[in-house]
C-alpha cells in the first residue's frame, strides 16, 4: 500500500511563503506522475501543479499560480515539494498530495494552509 504523508503547511501572512512537501512509501518511479490538489471550505478539489515523473514533458500549473508556485522533486528522497510564494487569502485550503499509479490514484491527507493577517 501506498503511503503519502504531507507536511509543511501552517499560518502564513499575505505575500509570504510555505513549502510543502509530499514524502512517499516507494520510489516515485513507480508513478506516471505526481500532484498537488487543493480544497477550500464549500469548494471542489482543485489542482494546483502536477509533474511528470515517468510520463515525460514538463510541470503544468493552474492559472491562479502560474509564477507563484513551483513543484519539483526530489528522486533520492521520494518527495516532492510545492514551493509557494507571494501567497493570498485566496490560497488558504487543504492541500493534497496525489500520485498516479499504472493502475489507480493515490492520495495523501492534507496539509492546511491558512493565508490571514
Known amino acids: 500500500q501506498v503511503q503519502l504523508v504531507e507536511s509543511g503547511g501552517g499560518l502564513v501572512q499575505p505575500g509570504g511563503s510555505l513549502r510543502l512537501s509530499c514524502a512517499a512509501s516507494?520510489?516515485?518511479?513507480?508513478?506516471?506522475?505526481m500532484g498537488w490538489y487543493r480544497q477550500a471550505p464549500g469548494k471542489q478539489r482543485e489542482l494546483v501543479a502536477t509533474?511528470?515523473?515517468?510520463?515525460?514533458?514538463?510541470?503544468n500549473y493552474a492559472d491562479f499560480v502560474k509564477g507563484r508556485f513551483t513543484i519539483s522533486r526530489d528522486n533520492a528522497k521520494n518527495t516532492v515539494y510545492l514551493q509557494m510564494n507571494s501567497l493570498k487569502p485566496d490560497d488558504t485550503a487543504v492541500y493534497y498530495c496525489?500520485?498516479?499509479?499504472?493502475?489507480?490514484?493515490?492520495w495523501g491527507q492534507g496539509t492546511q494552509v491558512t493565508v490571514s493577517s
Open positions: 496525489s500520485a498516479l499509479g499504472i493502475l489507480r490514484d493515490y
Open positions: 509533474i511528470p515523473i515517468t510520463s515525460g514533458g514538463s510541470a
Open positions: 516507494r520510489s516515485i518511479f513507480s508513478f506516471n506522475s
